[in-house]
C-alpha cells in the first residue's frame, strides 16, 4: 500500500518557463549558449543570455542586486536634483568635462571590488 512520492513530478510541473522577452530586437544570430555578464561586477553569470529579458535580470545574487538598487535609486535622485542640473550646465558653459556624479563613483567603485561604502549605506542615506 505504498504510494510513491509526489515530490519529482511536482518538482518537473514548477519548471514551465513563465515568460519570454517580447521583442527580439537584434535578428543577428546570438549563440543560443551565450552567458549573460552581471552589469554591475562585469562577471559572467550562470544565466544564460537569451534567458535574460532586462540588464537587472542578469544580476548576481546577492551583493551585486543590492547595489544595483542602490545606483538606480541615486539615480533617481540625480536626474531630479536642481544641483546636479546646475552643475552640468556651469560646466557645459566653460566646456569643462563633466564631473563623475555619486552613482557613477559608487559604480565604479563597487565594479573594481571597492566596499568600502557598502549599498547598504548609500541606501539608508537615501
Ligand atoms: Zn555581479
Known amino acids: 500500500m505504498a504510494k510513491a512520492t509526489s515530490s519529482v513530478r511536482e518538482a518537473l510541473v514548477q519548471t514551465a518557463p513563465s515568460g519570454r522577452p517580447a521583442s527580439r530586437s537584434t535578428s ?18 550562470d544565466k544564460l543570455a537569451n534567458e535574460v529579458a532586462t ?3 542578469a544580476l548576481c545574487a546577492g551583493r551585486c542586486a543590492v547595489a544595483w538598487r542602490a545606483l538606480t535609486a541615486l539615480r533617481l535622485c540625480e536626474s531630479a536634483s536642481e544641483e546636479v542640473a546646475a552643475r552640468r550646465r556651469s560646466e557645459w558653459d566653460a566646456r569643462q568635462p563633466h564631473a563623475s556624479t555619486l552613482s557613477e563613483l559608487m559604480l565604479m567603485r563597487w565594479r573594481g571590488g571597492d566596499w ?3 549599498p547598504e549605506d548609500v ?4
Open 116 to 118: 568600502t561604502v557598502t
Open 55 to 57: 540588464p537587472d535580470a
Open 28 to 45: 543577428s544570430a546570438y549563440p543560443a549558449r551565450r552567458r549573460a555578464f552581471c552589469p554591475l561586477c562585469g562577471q559572467q553569470t
Open 123 to 126: 541606501l539608508g542615506q537615501l
